[in-house]
């Protein structure tokens, strides 16, 4: 298997990054829910946020590192047989899914420092508050990231329908290219 992408399909690193991130979404979407239920006396009521908080952190370098990644390896051109409308469709997918990830990290990051305190990540090293103190800025900043985190599942999940319809109705290589498989 090639690690960097080719015309004609994902390369390893590509793959890698793609099932990393849409395992952590859910990952961190599961446990979000979860920890709403919580209570004071809970023994995960507070290392629950901080494993959440943490895991959203190293997702934010991932991501970066994955759109790093796209301008040393761009993705593979568009299927030949992907009309201009599939075509238009799959680029707007793919940006709301990259802007809402980063929206929804930017609004982890903005109710964990709304006291000024730093985020830090598993011990290994702490994020500054650069911004904080701003009026209601915990509850805005989780309301928007709950309303982000439900429509990014729901846009996640969209995506997912639509390769299962590329790969069992279209009956062409979208699928199998994400999945790592040769299209010739």
């Given at each position: 298997m090639q690690w960097r992408n080719s015309p004609l399909r994902f390369g390893l690193v590509s793959i890698l990054l793609h099932w990393a991130?849409?395992?952590?979404?859910?990952?961190?979407?599961?446990?979000?829910?979860?920890?709403?239920g919580l209570d004071y006396?809970?023994?995960?009521?507070?290392?629950?946020?901080?494993?959440?908080?943490?895991?959203?952190?190293?997702?934010?370098?991932?991501?970066?590192?994955?759109?790093?990644?796209?301008?040393?390896?761009?993705?593979?051109a568009a299927l030949p047989s992907h009309g201009r409308l599939t075509r238009l469709g799959s680029r707007a997918g793919h940006a709301l899914l990259y802007l809402g990830l980063f929206a929804l990290m930017i609004s982890g990051y903005l109710i964990s420092t709304a006291d000024g305190r730093p985020i830090p990540v598993f011990g290994w090293f702490e994020v500054p508050?650069?911004?904080?103190?701003?009026?209601?800025?915990?509850d805005l900043a989780g309301e928007?990231?709950?309303?982000?985190?439900?429509a990014l599942v729901g846009l996640a999940v969209v995506h997912a329908l639509a390769a299962l319809k590329h790969h069992?109705?279209?009956?062409?290589?979208?699928?199998?290219?994400?999945?790592?498989?040769d299209i010739r």
């Open positions: 991130v849409a395992l952590t979404v859910f990952g961190l979407f599961g446990l979000g829910l979860w920890m709403g006396y809970s023994p995960w009521y507070r290392s629950a946020p901080d494993i959440h908080k943490s895991v959203g952190i190293l997702l934010f370098l991932v991501m970066l590192l994955r759109l790093a990644w796209r301008l040393v390896s761009p993705p593979p508050a650069l911004l904080s103190g701003l009026p209601n800025q915990e928007v990231h709950e309303l982000l985190a439900w069992f109705i279209d009956r062409d290589a979208t699928l199998a290219r994400m999945l790592g498989r």
